[in-house]
Structures are given as structure tokens and as C-alpha cells.
């Protein structure tokens, strides 16, 4: 069955550090791709999406593309800050209207001063 | 816009009770409403796909019985764990798509159920 494959956490970084979570999935067809975060004493909130191969979802200075060919979807920060430190899930979707979410295991990342 | 709530945050109950936990759509109608469980360190497990006006799907392994959900208007739907045991505290988590958006999924802040 459809599944998403994200990398083992804790991912410990200090400020300014370059991040990458890495996503892989499964799916039969092409599902839209999505990276989710939640905050500490927070619900889910989404963070970006790609609907199509070689889409590049971007926010917060966060940014993830769609590879078809290697089935992955891995997220990328250039610069990471205190405030990023939060726990960050890899989703898939099918392209129908009313399918739920498949979610990966999520990855806490801790980002100190 | 999008908001969705969930009530209560926490609950604590005894085992062998129920407990309801309710899901809303604050400013939107949502045909579709999911539950999902979160454990410790693990990902988000759907439960159940919920649509306004029918009978839920639930996932496999999902005892049915166990877990009523009932979605009975476009803004709210609701979670009652039955019978409650401890292996059933969890995190429990809703989303909502809406009715116009039907791509688009917000989530609730979830609640968390510890049964003693």
C-alpha cells in the first residue's frame, strides 16, 4: 500500500545550520506531497506542498521538490533558527477529493542558539 | 480562515467509561472529517473517514464499535470512545476539508485522552 518513509529523528542543529529531512514514498499514481509541522502545544499545520513531479513547495524559507524518479520529497532549509525547532511530518495524498493524509513517522528537530 | 477546533484538549477518564471528543469547523462547512490517533514518537494513524450525513470508513483494525463517530452537520463532527481502556489513551487528532475546498485539509489542535 501507499506509504511515507522520513528519516529518524532527533535531528539536532545549532542556529544558522543547513537542514535536510529526507522523504521517500510509495503510491500507486502520483499523489500530491506535503510537509506538515507542529509546533510545541500545537496542532498540525502545513508547511508546503507539490501536486506534480518537479513541483517545489516553498514557505518560511523552507523548500522541498517533487522527484518522480527517485520517489522522494526532501525538506531543505538553508538556514535553520530557534524557532524552527518543532517536530515536521512528510505526508501523501491521492488526487481524489475526501482521501485522507498518509503521514510519515515525523522528525523532531531541536535548534539551539 | 480554516480554523478547526477540538474539545475537549484533555481528558482524563476512568477505565470502562466513555468519552466523547467533538471536532468543529469554525468558519467553514466541511463535507469530509478525519480522525487520527498520534502515539508517542509515531506518526499520525488515520482512524476514520468521516462524511456529513453518512455512516464513517474506518481504517483496518479499527473496531467500529469501539470508536463511534458520528458527523451529523457540515460543522461538527464527533469521536466517542467506548468502554474506554488504558491502551486507548492516546492523542487523538481531527481534520476538516472543505466543502468548497475539498483538497485542502486543516487540522485540529487535538486531545489528549488518558484513561486510569
Known amino acids: 500500500g501507499n506509504s511515507v518513509t522520513q528519516m529518524e529523528g532527533p535531528v539536532t542543529l545549532s542556529e544558522e545550520a543547513f537542514l535536510t529531512i529526507n522523504c521517500t514514498y510509495t503510491a500507486t499514481g502520483y499523489p500530491s506531497l506535503f510537509w506538515y509541522v507542529q509546533y510545541p502545544g500545537e496542532g498540525l499545520q502545513l508547511l508546503l506542498k507539490?501536486?506534480?513531479?518537479?513541483d517545489k513547495g516553498s514557505n518560511k524559507g523552507f523548500e522541498a521538490t517533487y522527484r518522480k524518479e527517485t520517489t522522494s520529497f526532501h525538506l531543505e532549509k538553508g538556514s535553520v533558527q530557534v524557532s524552527d525547532s518543532a517536530v515536521y511530518f512528510c505526508a501523501q495524498r491521492g488526487n481524489q477529493a475526501g482521501t485522507a493524509l498518509i503521514f510519515g513517522k515525523g522528525t523532531t528537530l531541536s535548534v539551539s542558539s | 480562515g480554516a480554523v478547526v477546533s477540538q474539545h475537549p484538549s484533555r481528558v482524563i477518564c476512568k477505565s470502562g467509561t466513555s468519552v466523547k471528543i467533538e471536532c468543529r469547523s469554525l468558519?467553514?462547512?466541511?463535507?469530509?472529517m478525519f480522525w487520527y490517533r498520534q502515539f508517542p514518537k509515531k506518526s499520525l494513524m488515520l482512524m476514520a473517514t468521516s462524511n456529513e450525513g453518512s455512516k464513517a470508513t474506518y481504517e483496518q483494525g479499527v473496531e467500529k464499535d469501539k470508536f463511534l463517530i458520528n458527523h451529523a452537520s457540515l460543522t461538527l463532527s464527533t469521536l466517542t470512545v467506548t468502554s474506554a481502556h488504558p491502551e486507548d489513551s492516546s492523542f487523538y487528532i481531527c481534520?476538516?476539508?472543505?466543502?468548497?475546498?475539498?483538497?485542502?485539509?486543516?487540522f485540529g489542535p487535538g486531545t489528549r485522552l488518558t484513561v486510569t
Open positions: 507539490a501536486t506534480k513531479a518537479d
Open positions: 468558519d467553514f462547512q466541511a463535507t469530509t
Open positions: 481534520s476538516a476539508s472543505p466543502a468548497d475546498r475539498p483538497y485542502e485539509q486543516y
